[in-house]
């Protein structure tokens, strides 16, 4: 199983980025999918989430009407498009995929965000 994220970097306060999110090793349009974040010395939190086949979608308060999470499951990949960056949205995004028959989850090794003038 593998989950590779990929598109982090540095962008200046105001603009955007667009995380993705391949997997591999699992029947990925069978799970849920989620974007988390974590900077140093704090709890991982929660970004955002989709449902298996897309139809549902959650948002933390923080992010509501800047970020958006999509999926496309024919190229076994989810996306976390980022608008309006805040530098409180620097830290690093984990994706991760979990079943709800199945305890536990995958995760990703995570790509750095940094919003900085």
């Known amino acids: 199983v593998q989950l590779v994220e990929s598109g982090g970097g540095l962008v200046q306060p105001g603009g955007s980025l667009r995380l993705s999110c391949a997997a591999s090793?699992?029947?990925?349009?069978?799970?849920?999918m989620k974007w988390y974040r974590q900077v140093p010395g704090k709890e991982r939190e929660l970004v955002a989430a989709?449902?298996?086949?897309?139809?549902?979608?959650n948002y933390a308060d923080s992010v509501k009407g800047r970020f958006t999470i999509s999926r496309d499951n024919a190229k076994n990949t989810v996306y976390l498009q980022m608008n309006s960056l805040k530098p409180e949205d620097t830290a690093v995004y984990y994706c991760?995929?979990?079943?709800?028959?199945?305890?536990?989850?995958?995760w990703g090794q995570g790509t750095q965000v940094t919003v900085s003038s």
């Open positions: 991760n995929a979990f079943h709800s028959a199945i305890p536990g989850s995958y």
């Open positions: 090793g699992f029947t990925f349009s069978t799970y849920g």
């Open positions: 989709i449902s298996s086949i897309g139809s549902s979608t």
